[in-house]
């Protein structure tokens, strides 16, 4: 939900949360332990799917924007469609 958002890393668009531990307790503002960039956030897939890590695509439509997003597509559909 939106408002989880304060508590986790995610995807401006689709609330799917990205990144590694580290990234998730870094916007928490909590200390990584060592190992934690290693461990990548992945989101869910179909029944026998590997899982897919979710990486953190930056917005890009202004400087002062700290929204990220877990793909080009959500990214690209997000600043089109504001």
């Given at each position: 939900?939106?408002?989880s958002?304060?508590?986790v890393?995610?995807?401006a668009?689709?609330?799917?949360?990205?990144?590694?531990?580290a990234?998730?307790?870094?916007?928490?503002?909590?200390?990584?332990?060592?190992?934690?960039?290693?461990v990548a956030?992945c989101?869910?897939a179909?029944?026998?799917e590997?899982q897919?890590?979710?990486e953190?695509w930056?917005?890009?439509?202004d400087?002062a924007?700290t929204?990220?997003?877990?793909?080009a597509?959500c990214r690209?559909?997000t600043?089109?469609?504001?």
């Open positions: 939900s939106p408002s958002r304060k508590c890393q995610a995807c668009c689709c609330l799917a949360p990205v990144g590694t531990l990234t998730q307790l870094a916007h928490c503002g909590l200390p990584a332990p060592d190992g934690a960039h290693e956030v989101r869910p179909p029944d026998g590997p897919v890590p979710t953190v930056p917005c890009t439509g400087d924007c929204e990220v997003f877990c793909s597509a690209n559909w600043l089109e469609n504001g």
